[in-house]
């Protein structure tokens, strides 16, 4: 079943200093993923059927980064799967528009 019901959360973190350099801001970016998501799951439980996919610890070879975290819904009687994406800005642009752009798979190899 796929998911019915998305959000993707993507945010940009301020440098807190002038002085503050690029790799410190990515790590500390990374470090508010992780915080974005005990937020999310401390109001959502994950679902049953799918584990949270961590693509940023372990990215995909096509630079891919993300944390995915399906958790599931009670609307009504019915379960609806609920499925969260966490990234900061540079990941999105890498995802949707860099090496792990769906788009640019899609057009190079048409077999898939």
């Known amino acids: 079943v ?9 945010f940009r973190a301020m440098k807190m200093s002038a002085s503050e350099d690029d790799e410190s801001l990515r790590t500390r970016e990374k470090m ?25 610890k372990n ?9 995915h975290y399906t958790a599931s819904l009670m609307i009504g009687r019915n379960e609806w799967p609920f499925e969260v994406q966490i990234r900061s800005e540079e990941m999105h642009r890498i995802a ?17």
Do not use: F, M
């Not at 508010?32 to 940023?56: G, Q, R, T």
């Not at 990215?59 to 944390?67: A, D, E, I, T």
């Not at 090496?99 to 190899?109: E, G, P, R």
């Open 2 to 10: 796929p998911d019915a019901i998305a959000l993707r959360v993507i």
């Open 32 to 56: 508010l993923c992780y915080y974005a998501l005990k937020l999310i799951s401390d109001v959502w439980p994950v679902s049953n059927a799918n584990c949270p996919k961590d693509y940023i």
């Open 59 to 67: 990215p995909k070879p096509n630079g891919y980064q993300s944390l």
């Open 96 to 112: 949707e528009y860099g090496v792990a752009a769906h788009w640019d798979y899609k057009l190079t190899n048409k077999s898939l």
